[in-house]
């Protein structure tokens, strides 16, 4: 298998008999005009429906290719960025759908739209969208029942009952699944002092067998390598990406 980094969150999966592609926003090294040409079904799907996770130029490449399957967040229609025929399957938290070459299913979010488990060729792929454990850096600084305002989000949040319910989502996907042989998760040092915190939250819970840091646009590729210390204390591979369009072949092991 070979996993390809597109931008921000977006990645491109190519196993033996098909090509998965995650959360397509924006494309700066130019991956998915290759991918377009090869001879595989290609299986698109979008977490919800932010413009750094979903854009509508994804629906272009049907013109390009006959044998891609869209499978997206429900949220996308609700929130109008797309039409019910866009897609081939729409999918909210506790949907499934499986082909002979894939079985999906979506879990739920901290945020908008889905988590994602892809099982293929005998391999548990795991995107995780936007959940994660965002306020992780207000934690110290309130008490339960109260709520604290963030400049940057511009209101008043409760990290206590945000981490309860993202705590309460990997519960969820624990009952699905207790191990995945690829994890993509959100490292991202915008959300502050804390922000591996998620990741290592889901690293306690499941076995991993790959992880790999994404949503770390802006703080930049290095804010992301900060977990590998985590994940190194745990024998669980890494990858550092360096740049977009950058590919890590994946053991079969």
């Given at each position: ?13 190519e196993?033996?008999?098909?090509i998965?592609v995650?959360?397509?926003w ?13 001879q ?10 932010h413009?750094?996770?979903?854009t ?6 049907k013109?390009?290719k ?7 967040s429900?949220d996308?229609?609700?929130?109008r ?10 999918l909210?938290k506790g949907?499934s ?8 299913k ?14 293929i060729?005998?391999?548990r ?12 850096r207000?934690?110290?600084d309130?008490?339960?029942g ?14 206590i ?5 993202y ?6 996907i624990?009952k ?10 959100p490292?991202?040092g915008?959300?502050?002092?804390g922000y591996?915190?998620?990741g290592r939250q889901f690293?306690?819970?499941f076995?991993?067998?790959m992880?790999?840091?994404m949503?770390?646009?802006a ?9 590998k ?6 024998q669980?591979p890494f990858w550092?990406?360096k740049r977009?369009?950058?590919?890590i ?5």
């Amino acid at each position: 298998m070979k996993l390809t980094y597109i931008f921000h969150s977006g990645f491109v999966l190519e196993t033996e008999h098909a090509i998965l592609v995650f959360d397509y926003w924006s494309d700066p090294s130019g991956v998915i005009e290759d991918v377009l040409q090869k001879q595989k079904p290609i299986y698109v799907f979008s977490s919800h429906f932010h413009e750094d996770h979903f854009t509508r130029a994804i629906l272009d490449w049907k013109r390009q290719k006959s044998d891609i399957t869209y499978i997206l967040s429900k949220d996308i229609l609700k929130h109008r960025r797309a039409n019910k025929d866009d897609a081939d399957v729409w999918l909210a938290k506790g949907g499934s759908w499986s082909d002979e070459k894939v079985n999906v299913k979506a879990l739920g979010s901290t945020d908008s739209g889905v988590s994602w488990i892809v099982e293929i060729e005998g391999k548990r792929i795991f995107h995780a969208g936007d959940l994660n454990n965002w306020y992780a850096r207000f934690l110290p600084d309130v008490v339960p029942g109260e709520t604290i305002y963030s400049e940057e989000f511009d209101e008043e949040i409760d990290p206590i009952a945000h981490e309860k319910q993202y705590l309460g989502e990997l519960k969820d996907i624990r009952k699905v699944a207790d191990g995945f042989d690829l994890v993509m998760f959100p490292i991202d040092g915008r959300i502050g002092n804390g922000y591996t915190l998620g990741g290592r939250q889901f690293i306690e819970r499941f076995k991993v067998g790959m992880f790999v840091p994404m949503h770390f646009v802006a703080s930049g590729f290095e804010s992301s390598w900060r977990m590998k210390e985590y994940t190194n204390e745990r024998q669980i591979p890494f990858w550092e990406i360096k740049r977009e369009g950058e590919t890590i072949l994946l053991s079969n092991g």
